[in-house]
């Protein structure tokens, strides 16, 4: 009984205490008519209450900073083509030939050599038949006597049927070559020409005009009469008649 009584009185006298320390009571109305204990001990703080609604929109903000580079674009198309480059310097020297090479060339040649030489024997033959048969080499023309009588156009077709010309002597060695035939035979010869398309001028059997003569004196002379030419034992030229016999010589 002794303790509790002196409990209860300590318990008086802090509450008596706390009472006077404070400035202003922040009890209720009803707490201040208490009698004896005027405020009891403040409660602790409640807990925080809802967000409040959202606010009005902002203005509208300043402009942002450049942004990062973005990336390449698609391939453009194809540029037009350049102009040529310069020349390139020289390659390199090439191999030499082989030896194979020169021995099946030099094999070739001798083969080649050989058979010039063979054609040059069998020509030599020919030469040496054709002037036993009486033929008149002159350089790589030959005259020829084929028949001992014949008029011109008898003459033109002889010939012709041996795959020959009549003889058409074109400088002074052919002529004389000529010539010696007349003057073996002792007889004339027809020459391959013709006054007969034109009257007093002679040309070749080809038309092609006369590239040389050995006219005698006075000749040609016989107008329309004598449209052949002949030749004389001496190599001179005259017109004459187409129509005489006279030793038929073919040039080859
Ligand atoms: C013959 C005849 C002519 C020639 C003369 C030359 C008489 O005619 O061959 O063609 O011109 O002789 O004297
Ligand atoms: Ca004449």
């Not at 208490?34 to 959202?54: A, I, T």
Request: glycine share 14%; charged share 25%.
């Amino acid at each position: 009984m002794h303790l509790l009584d002196t409990f209860q009185y300590l318990m008086l006298l802090v509450s008596l205490t706390m009472a006077s320390g404070q400035d202003t009571c922040s009890c209720e109305p009803k707490m201040t008519t208490c009698n004896v204990v005027p405020c009891g001990l403040p409660g602790s703080n409640g807990l925080p209450g809802r967000d409040g609604n959202d606010g009005p929109k902002g203005e509208k903000g300043d402009r942002g900073e450049r942004g990062a580079v973005g990336p390449p674009g698609k391939v453009g198309p194809m540029g037009i083509k350049g102009d040529q480059g310069v020349l390139g310097p020289k390659g390199p020297k090439g191999d030499k030939g082989t030896n194979e090479e020169l021995i099946s060339l030099k094999a070739q040649m001798t083969a080649m050599q050989e058979e010039m030489r063979k054609l040059q024997n069998l020509v030599n033959t020919y030469r040496k038949v054709a002037i036993l048969f009486g033929a008149k080499i002159v350089g790589e023309k030959m005259f020829m006597v084929v028949v001992s009588e014949g008029t011109f156009e008898e003459g033109k077709i002889i010939c012709s049927q041996r795959g020959a010309l009549l003889p058409t002597p074109k400088n002074g060695r052919e002529n004389e070559a000529l010539k010696e035939l007349a003057e073996q035979f002792n007889k004339q010869i027809y020459l391959g020409m013709s006054d007969e398309k034109t009257e007093g001028t002679f040309q070749y059997l080809n038309g092609e005009t006369l590239i040389y003569n050995n006219w005698a004196s006075h000749e040609p002379n016989g107008g329309r009469k004598e449209n052949c030419v002949e030749i004389y034992t001496n190599g001179k030229w005259n017109d004459k008649s187409c129509t005489e016999k006279r030793l038929v010589v073919c040039e080859l």
